[in-house]
């Protein structure tokens, strides 16, 4: 079988033409033996996407094509990549791309936490090849980040699944979100509306929190048991110390007083970041946890094994997120891009129509 030589994708050029991504050729790394090729059928927008190609994130590796929210459909596979994929199977690619897969974390599944780890677009390969992400033609990936996706799930609704859905899982998973657990799920965007189908799919008693009652109405719809709107005033002292876990999916942190979200969690209770704003974040003063011994951390997008539970759990439970679809190319590309940076999605954009784009 022949092979392509060279893909192709819709890159961004500079942080000053984010919106005008241009249709590009490039050589991918070498193929390994480890590796798997996947022709590319649907791919996510993420908010990731945005805070690199305008750099907001700090230096981007122009042109760069981004994407991380990835489905397609098998072309290659490594003689060495035996996790039983064969050619023709429709699989998935999330957000990370290779890791060692010889340490500590990566034995104990927390291979995003590898030092080794590496990104599905903008990290640099052995050889100065950088990663190229899913507004493509093709990807190549180690095989061990390519996920098998379950017949019941939709392609244009698995696809934000990948980075958005797994990025909201895992917190929730690794934190005991369950029947008999109150969550609470704080921004209901992109990433906090698969907070709110998970948790509930979890079995957790779910409220949505956000700073006016705009989205009251689409949370109660995705299944939210209740909702905060924090622009109220007092919003916090009913609630104070009766949640369990709190997961904070918003992407900034102007004007927001965290004091008031940590005074709401019972002892012990958790508040686990996943949202990543740019600029200088949070401020905590230790004082302010005494009174309820509260736990604040993070939670960085999730590791295989828990990207496959939350696949099989998607498929029983038929959860459908919000999802609007955009041609691919140089104008759907640009304008997802650009929509997303506005917040004019509800609640996540997919790439579609790649037969189309790249013949």
Request: net charge neutral.
């Amino acid at each position: 079988m022949v092979y392509p030589d060279t893909f192709e994708g819709f890159a961004v050029q500079s942080a000053e033409t984010w919106t005008q991504p241009k249709r590009t050729e490039y050589t991918p790394r070498p193929f390994e033996d480890t590796d798997v090729d996947i022709k590319v059928i649907a791919c996510g927008v993420c908010g990731s996407d945005v805070h690199t190609v305008t750099g907001g994130w700090g230096a981007c590796p122009y042109p760069l094509v981004v994407g991380h929210e990835i489905v397609g459909h098998v072309v290659r596979v490594g003689s060495k990549a035996t996790t039983g994929l064969r050619v023709g199977d429709r699989v998935g690619v999330g957000a990370q791309a290779f890791a060692c897969l010889q340490c500590q974390q990566c034995k104990n599944d927390n291979e995003i936490y590898c030092k080794h780890q590496l990104d599905t677009y903008g990290a640099t390969f052995p050889g100065g090849f950088v990663s190229q992400g899913g507004y493509a033609s093709h990807v190549r990936v180690h095989v061990y980040f390519v996920f098998p996706i379950p017949d019941a799930l939709e392609t244009k609704l698995v696809a934000p699944m990948l980075c958005a859905g797994a990025t909201a899982f895992s917190p929730l998973y690794r934190n005991g979100a369950a029947p008999g657990k109150k969550v609470g799920i704080v921004g209901i965007g992109g990433i906090g509306h698969f907070g709110i189908l998970f948790g509930k799919a979890l079995g957790a008693e779910v409220w949505a929190i956000s700073r006016s009652n705009a989205k009251k109405g689409d949370a109660l719809k995705l299944g939210a048991d209740g909702y905060i709107a924090t622009q109220e005033k007092d919003w916090a002292a009913p609630h104070a110390m009766t949640f369990d876990l709190i997961v904070n999916c918003a992407n900034s942190s102007k004007n927001f007083n965290l004091d008031d979200y940590l005074s709401l969690l019972d002892v012990n209770g958790k508040f686990i970041n996943v949202g990543l704003p740019e600029g200088d974040g949070f401020q905590i003063h230790p004082f302010k946890m005494l009174g309820n011994a509260a736990v604040f951390g993070f939670s960085h997008i999730a590791s295989r094994k828990e990207i496959l539970y939350m696949l099989e759990l998607a498929a029983e439970k038929r959860i459908k997120p919000w999802v609007e679809t955009v041609p691919v190319g140089e104008e759907g590309c640009g304008t997802a891009l650009k929509r997303c940076r506005d917040n004019d999605v509800r609640y996540r954009f997919t790439l579609v129509d790649y037969e189309k784009a790249f013949n």
